[in-house]
C-alpha cells in the first residue's frame, strides 16, 4: 500500500504525521519517502543512520552545431522554451529544462545528445525498521519534479515493505502531482483557518482529477473556527484524524521528537488512523465498482 501525505499549504503538520504514522506502523514493513525535496526533514525526528548518498543529474541537451540543420524541431516540441533556434544557431537553457530527452529523440539528423548537470542529492537509511529514502534539490534549482520522480523510483523498485509512506511537498502544483501520482492512498492535512480551508478546497480538486481515494487529517483541531468540518460534512470527505492544539505536542515537536514516542498516549490516534485508511480505500472501491 503506497499512502501519500499532502496539504494544500505548508506548515499543517504533514511531516508530523507522516513520520509518527511511519513509526507505529514500522512492524508491518514501513518505507518512507520524503518527496519534500525543497525542504526534506523526514529524518530530523526519524534520526535514520544513512548508508548511502548519491548525487543525481537530469539530462541537458548537449547541440552539435556542426550537425544540426537548424530546423527547429526541438524548438517546437519544447513546451518550456528551454531550447531555441535562432537562424544558425541553437540556445540550451539549462534552468528550463525539464529532462525529458524528447529534443534529443525528435532530432532527425542526431545532433543532439547527452549532457547532464547535478540538481541535487539522495540519501537512504534505516531508522529503527523503518527504510527512509529522501531527496535535497540544490540551492537555486527550480525543477524538483525529476528528483521526486527518482526517490520514488528508487523507493517503489527497492522495497519489498508492506507500506509505503510518501511525504508529498506542500501545495497542489506540479511537484505535488508528481509526488502524489501512483499511490493507492491521499491523505490532506490541514488546519481550521480560513487559509487551511481554502487550500484544502484546491487540494481536494487535485486529488478528485487523479481519481485516487482520500481522506482528511486536521491538525491543532481546537483552535479556529468549524468551518473545515461544515466544509467535508457537505462534500462528503471522510475526516480520518484530528490532532488537538495541545502544548505538549508543540514541545515534542520542537525538540525533534516524535509525539508517539513522547507521548504514547496519541499512538492510539495513529493506529486508527490506519484503519480508517483501509476503511476508506475499500468504500471507495465498492462505488468505483
Request: charged share 25%.
Given at each position: 500500500?503506497?499512502i501519500?501525505?499532502a496539504?494544500?499549504?505548508?506548515?499543517?503538520?504533514?511531516?508530523?504525521?507522516?513520520t509518527n504514522?511511519a513509526r507505529?506502523?514500522?512492524?508491518r514493513?514501513v518505507t518512507l519517502?520524503d518527496?519534500d525535496v525543497?525542504?526534506p526533514?523526514?529524518?530530523l525526528?526519524?534520526?535514520?543512520?544513512i548508508?548511502?548518498?548519491?548525487t543525481?543529474?537530469?539530462?541537458?541537451?548537449?547541440?552539435d552545431?556542426?550537425?544540426?540543420?537548424?530546423c527547429g524541431?526541438?524548438?517546437?516540441?519544447?513546451q518550456?522554451?528551454?531550447i531555441?533556434t535562432i537562424k544558425?544557431?541553437?540556445?540550451?537553457?539549462?534552468?528550463?529544462?525539464h529532462?525529458?530527452?524528447g529534443?534529443?529523440?525528435i532530432?532527425?539528423v542526431?545532433?543532439i545528445s547527452?549532457?547532464?548537470?547535478e540538481?541535487?542529492?539522495i540519501?537512504?537509511?534505516?531508522s529503527?525498521?523503518i527504510?527512509?529514502?529522501?531527496?535535497?534539490?540544490r540551492i537555486?534549482?527550480?525543477m524538483?519534479p525529476p528528483?521526486?520522480?527518482?526517490v520514488k523510483r528508487l523507493?517503489?523498485?527497492e522495497?519489498?515493505?508492506?507500506?509505503?509512506?510518501?511525504d508529498?511537498?506542500?501545495?497542489?502544483?506540479?511537484?505535488?502531482?508528481?509526488?502524489?501520482?501512483g499511490?493507492?492512498?491521499?491523505?490532506?492535512?490541514?488546519?481550521?483557518?480560513?487559509?487551511?480551508l481554502h487550500?484544502?478546497?484546491?487540494?481536494?480538486?487535485?486529488v478528485?482529477?487523479?481519481n485516487?481515494?482520500?481522506?482528511?487529517?486536521?491538525?491543532?483541531?481546537t483552535?479556529?473556527?468549524?468551518?473545515v468540518?461544515?466544509?467535508c460534512?457537505?462534500?462528503?470527505?471522510?475526516?480520518l484524524?484530528?490532532?488537538?492544539d495541545?502544548?505538549?505536542?508543540?514541545?515534542?515537536?520542537?525538540r525533534?521528537?516524535?509525539?508517539v514516542q513522547?507521548?504514547p498516549h496519541?499512538?492510539e490516534?495513529?493506529?486508527?488512523?490506519y484503519?480508517?485508511v483501509?476503511?476508506t480505500?475499500?468504500?471507495?472501491?465498492?462505488?468505483?465498482s
Amino acid at each position: 500500500m503506497v499512502i501519500a501525505i499532502a496539504s494544500g499549504k505548508g506548515g499543517t503538520g504533514k511531516t508530523t504525521i507522516a513520520t509518527n504514522l511511519a513509526r507505529i506502523l514500522e512492524d508491518r514493513s514501513v518505507t518512507l519517502l520524503d518527496c519534500d525535496v525543497e525542504e526534506p526533514n523526514c529524518h530530523l525526528f526519524l534520526k535514520p543512520i544513512i548508508e548511502k548518498e548519491r548525487t543525481f543529474k537530469t539530462f541537458i541537451p548537449v547541440v552539435d552545431l556542426e550537425v544540426c540543420t537548424f530546423c527547429g524541431k526541438c524548438s517546437e516540441l519544447c513546451q518550456f522554451g528551454s531550447i531555441v533556434t535562432i537562424k544558425k544557431n541553437v540556445l540550451v537553457f539549462p534552468e528550463l529544462c525539464h529532462g525529458c530527452e524528447g529534443c534529443k529523440l525528435i532530432c532527425p539528423v542526431g545532433a543532439i545528445s547527452d549532457g547532464n548537470k547535478e540538481i541535487g542529492t539522495i540519501n537512504h537509511g534505516y531508522s529503527g525498521k523503518i527504510k527512509i529514502i529522501y531527496g535535497r534539490l540544490r540551492i537555486g534549482e527550480a525543477m524538483s519534479p525529476p528528483l521526486i520522480q527518482e526517490v520514488k523510483r528508487l523507493g517503489l523498485s527497492e522495497s519489498r515493505q508492506d507500506i509505503t509512506i510518501i511525504d508529498a511537498p506542500p501545495g497542489t502544483s506540479c511537484p505535488v502531482i508528481e509526488a502524489v501520482k501512483g499511490s493507492d492512498f491521499i491523505l490532506l492535512v490541514t488546519e481550521p483557518t480560513p487559509f487551511g480551508l481554502h487550500d484544502l478546497k484546491l487540494a481536494v480538486e487535485m486529488v478528485k482529477v487523479l481519481n485516487i481515494p482520500f481522506g482528511v487529517a486536521i491538525n491543532r483541531s481546537t483552535t479556529g473556527d468549524r468551518n473545515v468540518w461544515q466544509y467535508c460534512k457537505q462534500n462528503a470527505v471522510p475526516i480520518l484524524l484530528d490532532i488537538p492544539d495541545d502544548r505538549e505536542i508543540a514541545t515534542a515537536y520542537s525538540r525533534g521528537e516524535l509525539i508517539v514516542q513522547s507521548l504514547p498516549h496519541y499512538r492510539e490516534h495513529f493506529e486508527t488512523l490506519y484503519e480508517k485508511v483501509k476503511i476508506t480505500m475499500k468504500s471507495f472501491e465498492e462505488v468505483s465498482s
